[in-house]
């Protein structure tokens, strides 16, 4: 009776975003989908197995080419044709997979190869699966996302569904450090793209992320004049004395209503107490959803630093921007009321997220194509040893991804 009611407001809600492009969702699965989802699940999670049991740490190039031969031979099987980027920062290759249809939609999946766990976790705390949590190092972050990938796309070939133009699966090597080449890559293939799905790990409360904050790192720099500390102070210009000034009245820079933080966490200034320190520098990590903040940000740096506490030092801000925010938009709204109309065929919720942490959705989503996030497997604790996967996600997720791509490619 609870669900009825669910979905009737569901109904209602899809038709007022979607008009007339109100998409087939009904109250019941979609039967060979569900199946197919459902006959999976064991092989799913023995490649899920397979993977988590090769060490493949950010420019660990031996396990990271067994991952990749892995995935590479699975889209193969599916028909997908295979391009390797090669990338030296990530010390292996990207893999760019694309397969044809006969649609006229092109949607682009991502998911990344590498973990951050160093070489041996894999043999210290190799795949179990306990209490209905599976374990092993990168076994939500992200190999739960290839395999969730790998999977949905064989339920589609299952059902010889082809009504995609195209169909693109970018798996990175390099996500957890971030290179230059990837970034390039990812916002290149996106700009082809209608839309983007991103498969980093679903959220503990199985949810799918449709915010994410950009990154920067604002730094302050003060020139004083050095002396001696104990003889003649007065001549010092003390650079340190300046610097802690300006974090106080810069760390307040932040809008709690916008979501954007600026949080000091790198201070540097003299090295003997004798000395009047001459230099000091002080790093802030900055985070924000709304692009603009940037700029506001690096304009209220240097207008809020005029204002000095020790005279005659000279103070300099600047703003390195790193990934762009991932916003929500109208775009990405629709995105989310698709993907919930599709799960609640299941009868399931899916929560709606935001992440402080910019992931490779934020590249995709900065050259302007929609994207969502968190279609991998559901689990948490991610980047640590605890980091797990729900096994009784795998069927929802991979009916959901499948169905997702379905509905996409009518658009
Ligand atoms: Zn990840």
Do not use: C
Not at 2 to 12: C, E, H, K, P, Y
Not at 182 to 192: F, H, P, S, V
Not at 314 to 332: A, D, F
Not at 391 to 402: D, N, W
């Amino acid at each position: 009776m609870i669900f009825n009611v669910q979905r009737t407001l569901l109904s209602a809600a899809l038709a007022l975003s979607l008009g007339s492009a109100m998409p087939a969702f009904s109250a019941e699965p979609h039967p060979q989908i569900l199946a197919d989802a459902e006959q999976y699940k064991a092989p799913a999670l023995k490649l899920l197995e397979r993977l988590v049991n090769i060490d493949s740490g950010s420019g660990y190039e031996p396990g990271l080419t067994q991952v990749r031969d892995i995935a590479v031979a699975e889209l193969k099987q599916l028909g997908f044709s295979i391009e390797l980027v090669p990338d030296a920062a990530a010390n292996n290759s990207h893999v760019i997979a694309t397969l044809k249809g006969k649609g006229k939609a092109k949607i682009l999946l991502m998911a990344h190869m590498d973990t951050v766990f160093k070489e041996g976790s894999a043999a210290e705390r190799p795949f179990h699966i306990k209490d209905g949590r599976a374990y092993g190092p990168g076994v939500m972050d992200d190999k739960g996302g290839i395999v969730a990938g790998i999977y949905a796309l064989k339920v589609l070939k299952n059902q010889n569904f082809t009504d995609y133009a195209q169909i693109t699966f970018l798996l990175d090597a390099s996500e957890e450090v971030g290179s230059e080449a990837a970034a390039e890559l990812i916002r290149n293939t996106a700009r082809a793209h209608d839309v983007t799905l991103n498969l980093e790990p679903g959220r503990p409360a199985d949810g799918l992320v449709v915010w994410r904050k950009g990154s920067a790192t604002a730094v302050v720099e003060v020139k004083g004049k050095a002396a001696h500390a104990g003889v003649a102070p007065e001549l010092g210009r003390n650079a340190a004395m300046e610097v802690a000034h300006q974090i106080l009245q810069l760390g307040k820079l932040g809008d709690a209503e916008k979501k954007t933080t600026i949080n000091f966490t790198v201070l540097k200034a003299g090295d003997r107490t004798n000395v009047i320190p001459d230099q000091a520098t002080a790093k802030a990590d900055v985070r924000a959803a709304l692009p603009e903040e940037f700029d506001r940000i690096e304009r209220d740096l240097a207008r809020v630093s005029a204002n000095q506490l020790i005279p005659e030092t000279q103070v300099t801000t600047s703003l390195k921007r790193g990934l762009p925010p991932m916003p929500q938009t109208p775009e990405s709204d629709k995105l989310v009321v698709i993907a919930q109309g599709i799960y609640a065929e299941l009868g399931r919720q899916l929560t709606i997220e935001g992440s402080g942490g910019a992931a490779d959705a934020s590249l995709s989503a900065g050259v302007g194509t929609p994207t969502l996030d968190g279609f991998g497997i559901v689990g948490g604790n991610i980047h640590t040893p605890q980091e797990y996967a729900e096994v009784e996600s795998v069927v929802p997720r991979v009916y959901l991804l499948s169905r997702m791509i379905m509905e996409l490619a009518k658009r």
